[in-house]
Nanobody
Framework: QVQLVESGGGLVQPGGSLRLSCAAS????????MGWYRQAPGNQRELVAA???????SYADSVKGRFTISRDNTKNTVYLQMNSLKPEDTAVYYC???????????????WGQGTQVTVSS
């Protein structure tokens, strides 16, 4: 009923930038909070950044000042602008959203399929 599709990952050199996008589609009534998580090999999935429906944002300490989360509610899309990338930012990045589904009006926690970000020279 609801899909989250991410794009924008890839290979970048240290100090470079990438912009991730995540578009939600399907039987959507409304979208509450949206966020980006990441998981590096051998590590637990961690929250990178989140944004409320009203635009309030929060960030992991490790990315503050380098990453910016934003959303376009007209497109049901959330973005993550990543600047000054470091090798330790290498991970699979996942989009997450709390979505109220049309007809049932039930709120659920939805995830994208993940996109690989590799920071290496």
């Amino acid at each position: 009923q609801v899909q989250l599709v991410e794009s924008g990952g890839g290979l970048v050199q240290p100090g470079g930038s990438l912009r991730l996008s995540c578009a939600a589609s399907g039987s959507i009534f409304s979208i509450n909070a949206m966020g980006w998580y990441r998981q590096a090999p051998g590590n637990q999935r961690e929250l990178v950044a989140a944004i409320s429906s009203g635009g309030s944002t929060s960030y992991a300490d490790s990315v503050k000042g380098r990453f910016t989360i934003s959303r376009d509610n007209t497109k049901n899309t959330v973005y993550l602008q990543m600047n000054s990338l470091k090798p330790e930012d290498t991970a699979v990045y996942y989009c997450n959203a709390w979505i109220v589904v049309r007809v049932t009006m039930k709120r659920g926690d939805y995830w994208g399929q993940g996109t690989q970000v590799t920071v290496s020279s």
